[in-house]
């Protein structure tokens, strides 16, 4: 076992000492300042004498500061520019009655730079706790015992000792997956790539820079990989998390490297603390998914100025790994060829279609030739992510071969299977994985994992396209009956694209050349696999993917040149009709994917209703007169099919008739459904007769309608309390239950909605008695309820993060004033969990008012959605990604799966309410609520956190549908609940 071996399984160790109070997290933030600080008492103890002698020859401390970092020297006489002017040390301490007071005093001695290190790691906090619960001494003994002086581990091996341990805390089992930390074969792999051109080779001090710089880990394997007898490397970064920056100094000092080069804690974003400085080096992992929305105002402002590093474009709100891009291009020695480096996932590359931000931003990159590289990742190498990952190398002086060039290479194949899986991480690459892509980086030739392309390639213009119906004698054009917008490749002529391409085949398509847009995208899967002539279809595709969105999508059957009796017919796998071909065709016919033609009686068909004609009895006898099945139609008998064709207008109501239905068809099985399935549950049963029977009723119809039209799980508890049971005892306790719920549903939503920055403010007073939560009342759901309207009240002019209007309604003082008595009512009046029947009466009688109040104040939730996004797909073209979700809303209406698209990146297997007038989101706190397949009645229901057993960190959560019954998690922490 090696020398870090032993030091690392000796501090390892000391988490024995931790008890359940203390998350994995949180091992790090306690143990590595704790290391530092041993080593900082190693290396001065050697000139402590002399610091002490000229501290206290200099009373009035003038100059001070400058004296001791002169004398404070390590043992070997290097300058440490840092000091301690305490009297006592480790050794002393070792000895101490009282560790806390001393060890405080001795980190309150130190020169200001390093004390300000401490205070941001919160250390005297951590001593505090340490001594509070009775193991600062044993993790003193255990620090204390491990040898940090110079002449044991060096400075070079301390940084190496230090990362390994980041590392290994970051790979403990439940460490959060949310930390930024970058995996040690990745970094290899960029820095191997900082390429060393002519221009640095003679330069006596580069400077290398992260932007993102999390623990400084990138730039010091950055200086590792460049340094070298002639040369010095210098380190520059910045941070925005607190403790990160303080950890990344830490990691500077530790190494010998100036602490003060490290910035923060600030966002580089709209704190630029190198404005003046270039940069020979820059590298980093940018933050995914960062939301920039929070610094609107400031970085639009900065994109307005002509010299502002923001000044090609701005991206969407929800993503600034192209605002860090272009930061990153703004630090560039042109001259002296900076190279950079950059981790991002795959949006920045083609997200935005022509003159949005994101493709003005990477137009802006293309056309002035600073992309070089762009490398696909494998899938599962992060820590945090199994999405898709790129790095993207920059520069503003390329080779004479590569002007002009665009190298891609897919390294997607390029990994072995890790030992252990850490969060999303299972794969890793090794040396020869790395080599591998070195090879296919420095070769710069065409093969199956590299290619190379003009910068033009990726560009396009895109331009409406138009379709009309024309009259069949007068062709003249009397309706638009698809409107599309066409990419075209920007090194094709427009003129002659569309002329070889279209309009040869579509005579009746007209093209609006005068709202072209130009824009760039990148894709390198449609590079490597899709297309092997250029990035875009060519041909014979680009004919039959034109013909699939001009008739398919319109669905219209239209005329094929100037033939009047050929018609389109969908083979749309979702419907009954489904034809096949399987011969050859017929001359003059042509077949897509999704449609083939047919001879018919009229030249204004709709697919949709040719559909329902061959589904009806007529159409049966057609179809089995004509095909050897009711599928498979030859191609001879096509053009023998007798199709009768209405006029248009009839057609269409056909359709709309025929859609009704089936919706009514689908609506009544529900219900049906739901009747077999709760036949021996009679009050269930006669809720769904009482709905039918009271139907045709006006007055019972409106009441039917709030039901249906307010969110669910909120309709089905309304329902419960007012239909649910008509003796008066079961009533009341529903009507209880259903203030509950609201108190519940409410605060988990005030909460979810909550600005982070607020929260964090407010969070004493949220959670001001956390224990109290272990058990969680209807008193103490209200109670929090009323904190989180307080603190939204107090805070009316902060822009809401979701739903202005739901918001204010439900924090609003009615609501709470109404529900500040209820909990009280229930407890005076429910005794033993019995209610006398008569006591009963009246709490339904009292309860009523109530009732009507609040629902007219939660008739906000009826413009929104409550979903549960099971799983997703792939994104398509147009940055579209569609997901799988779960419709949870209406009353009496069991959950249903349905495909849902948006360009909105979101977590599967959690909730969301959604407000389909603004494309907002919010996803709702999945410690508080989750929707779960129950294990006892194996449906589908919602469940709210309950209770938490500290001993078995198990967290309990109910459900109020239909039936009360709960679930347990397990291995939840108490804080995670709560936070």
């Known amino acids: 076992m090696n020398k870090h071996s032993i030091e690392i399984d000796s501090i390892l160790s000391i988490i024995d000492l931790f008890n359940y109070n203390y998350k994995t997290h949180q091992y790090k933030e306690i143990l590595l300042p704790f290391i530092f600080l041993k080593r900082l008492d190693s290396l001065l103890y050697y000139s402590k004498k002399e610091v002490l002698e000229n501290y206290k020859k200099n009373p009035t401390k003038a100059n001070m500061d400058k004296t001791l970092k002169e004398i404070a020297m390590d043992e070997e006489k290097n300058k440490l520019n840092f000091y301690n002017y305490s009297q006592i040390s480790f050794k002393e301490i070792d000895k101490s009655d009282n560790i806390e007071k001393d060890l405080i005093e001795y980190i309150d001695s130190f020169s200001p730079e390093i004390l300000s290190i401490f205070e941001n790691l919160q250390m005297k906090e951590n001593i505090a706790r340490l001594s509070r619960d009775n193991i600062l001494k044993k993790v003193f003994d255990k620090i204390n015992a491990l040898s940090f002086d110079l002449s044991s581990i060096s400075y070079n091996e301390m940084g190496i000792l230090f990362e390994k341990l980041v590392y290994e805390f970051c790979e403990l089992p439940q460490e959060k997956n949310d930390e930024r930390f970058t995996p040690k074969d990745l970094i290899h792999l960029m820095v191997s790539l900082l390429d060393e051109n002519s221009s640095m080779k003679d330069k006596e001090t580069v400077k290398v820079y992260d932007p993102a710089s999390s623990l400084g880990e990138m730039l010091v394997w950055a200086k590792r990989y460049l340094k070298n007898d002639k040369r010095k490397v210098e380190l520059y970064g910045q941070e925005v998390n607190t403790f990160r920056f303080a950890l990344s100094q830490a990691y500077m000092v530790l190494i010998g490297e100036n602490p003060n080069h490290i910035k923060g804690p600030s966002s580089t974003l709209i704190d630029d603390q190198f404005k003046e400085e270039k940069f020979d080096y820059i590298l980093s992992d940018l933050p995914q998914h960062h939301k920039w929305k929070i610094y609107e105002n400031l970085i639009l402002e900065e994109s307005k100025l002509k010299d502002g590093r923001f000044k090609a474009g701005v991206p969407n709100k929800n993503d600034g790994q192209l605002l860090f891009i272009q930061h990153g291009l703004s630090k560039i020695n042109i001259d002296k060829g900076t190279r950079i480096i950059f981790i991002t996932n795959r949006f920045p590359l083609f997200s935005g279609t022509a003159k949005t931000g994101e493709s003005d931003i990477r137009k802006w990159i293309i056309e002035n030739d600073y992309l070089e590289t762009v490398i696909g990742l494998p899938d599962g190498l992060l820590y945090k992510t199994k999405a898709k990952y790129f790095l993207w190398i920059l520069t503003g002086k390329k080779d004479e071969k590569k002007k002009g060039k665009i190298h891609l290479i897919d390294a997607s194949q390029e990994y072995v299977k890790s030992s252990k899986t850490v969060g999303f991480k299972n794969i890793e690459l090794s040396k020869n ?127 094929k040149n100037n033939n009047d009796n050929n018609l389109l017919i969908p083979n749309n796998h979702e419907k009954d009709v489904i034809f096949k071909i399987e011969c050859n065709f017929l001359e003059n016919q042509e077949k897509t994917d999704n449609m083939f033609e047919c001879e018919v009686l009229d030249t204004r068909i709709i697919p949709e209703y040719l559909r329902i004609y061959l589904n009806s009895k007529e159409g049966k006898y057609q179809r089995r007169l004509y095909s050897d099945n009711f599928k498979r139609i030859s191609s001879d008998s096509l053009k023998n099919l007798q199709i009768p064709v209405p006029d248009k207008k009839t ?329």
């Open 433 to 559: 994985n790395v080599e591998n892509i070195l090879n296919l980086y420095t070769k710069y030739e065409n093969n199956n994992f590299s290619k190379i392309y003009d910068n033009e390639e990726f560009g396009f213009v895109e331009v409406s396209v138009d379709r009309y119906v024309y009259q069949d004698k007068k062709q003249s054009r009397i309706e638009n009956i698809l409107h599309i917008s066409e990419k075209i490749p920007l090194k094709e002529d427009l003129d002659e694209y569309f002329k070889s391409k279209i309009l040869d085949d579509f005579s009746d398509v007209t093209i609006d050349s005068g709202k072209k847009k130009i824009g760039y995208r990148i894709n390198l899967t449609k590079c490597f696999y899709g297309f092997p002539e250029t990035f875009y279809n060519q041909g014979k595709m680009r004919k039959k993917h034109f013909l699939k969105k001009l008739g398919y999508f319109a669905q219209l059957a239209n005329v």
């Open 651 to 979: 057609q269409q109501k056909i359709i709309s008739v025929d859609q009704k239905i089936h919706e009514w068809h689908n609506e009544s099985k529900l219900v049906l459904d739901s009747f077999n399935s709760e036949i021996f549950n009679y009050e269930k049963v006669l809720e769904i007769i009482s709905q039918k029977e009271n139907s045709n009723d006006s007055k019972e119809g409106e009441r039917d309608l709030v039901y249906d039209e307010l969110l669910w799980p909120l309709a089905n508890a309304y329902l419960s309390a007012t239909k649910g049971s008509s003796e008066s005892v079961q009533k009341a306790f529903n009507y209880f239950t259903l203030f509950e719920f609201i108190a519940i549903f409410n605060s988990i939503v005030l909460l979810s909605a909550l600005p982070a920055d607020i929260h964090e403010k407010q969070k004493e007073s949220i959670w001001y008695e956390k224990q109290t939560f272990k058990k969680v009342s209807f008193g103490k759901w209200v109670q929090l309820y009323r904190t989180l309207a307080n603190i939204y009240q107090k805070n009316r002019d902060t822009p809401h993060p979701f739903s202005k209007t739901l918001i204010e309604k439900i924090s609003n003082k009615k609501i709470i004033s109404i529900m500040n008595n209820i909990p009280q009512k229930r407890n005076d009046n429910v005794h033993g969990g019995q209610i006398l029947p008569k006591v009963a009466e009246q709490i339904i009688t009292e309860l009523n008012p109530y009732l009507n109040d609040v629902f007219n104040i939660l008739k906000s939730y009826n413009s929104l959605k409550l979903i549960y996004i099971s799983s997703s797909n792939d994104i398509d073209d147009d940055e579209n990604i569609t997901y799988k979700v779960i419709w949870l809303n209406g009353a009496c209406t069991p959950p249903y799966f349905k495909n849902f698209t948006t360009k909105r990146l979101l977590t599967t297997e959690k909730l969301y309410l959604f407000n389909p007038a603004t494309n907002e989101f919010l996803k709702l706190n999945d410690n508080l609520i989750k929707f779960i397949q129950c294990d006892q009645c194996m449906q589908w229901s919602l469940f709210v956190y309950n209770r938490y057993d500290e001993n078995t960190n198990k967290a309990t959560y109910i459900s109020y549908q239909n039936e009360q019954h709960d679930v347990v998690k397990e291995n939840i922490e108490f804080e995670d609940i709560i936070s």
